[in-house]
Nanobody
Framework: QGHLVESGGGLVQAGGSLRLSCGTSERAGSKYAMGWFRRAPGKEREFVAGISWSDHNTDYADSVKGRWTTSRDNAAVYLQMNSLKPEDTAVYYC?????????????????????????WGQGTQVTVSP
């Protein structure tokens, strides 16, 4: 089972940057595709960025493409958030999808829908002032 803890949120002015981290405590042998989602006040949770277990393929929401980058290592997944805008204000969540396939062609997927994920962090607040 995955155990996810986000960190790195905070208050920044528009145009600033933050780097979120999502530490993982996974059992040996577990494989996870990872994703970042956000929920802004009064809005539904939406996909922000995702990264695959193998090959570290990535995908991004159009609203953040070109501004943000997600990456991962053996211990955590990261979200580098540059050129922040007030509309980026939200609670940000990392999520993990358990990958059970073993064929390489089936382990490099990026998952865009929240219902595809199995484990979630508690969320970290990002607030961007005008």
């Amino acid at each position: 089972q995955g155990h996810l803890v986000e960190s790195g949120g905070g208050l920044v002015q528009a145009g600033g940057s933050l780097r979120l981290s999502c530490g993982t405590s996974e059992r040996a042998g577990s494989k996870y595709a990872m994703g970042w989602f956000r929920r802004a006040p009064g809005k539904e949770r939406e996909f922000v960025a995702g990264i695959s277990w193998s090959d570290h393929n990535t995908d991004y929401a159009d609203s953040v493409k070109g501004r943000w980058t997600t990456s991962r290592d053996n211990a955590a997944v990261y979200l580098q958030m540059n050129s922040l805008k007030p509309e980026d204000t939200a609670v940000y969540y990392c999520a993990a999808k358990r990958i059970t396939a073993t064929h390489p062609a089936l382990t490099g997927g990026v998952y865009l829908s929240d219902y595809e994920y199995d484990y979630w962090g508690q969320g970290t607040q990002v607030t961007v002032s005008p």
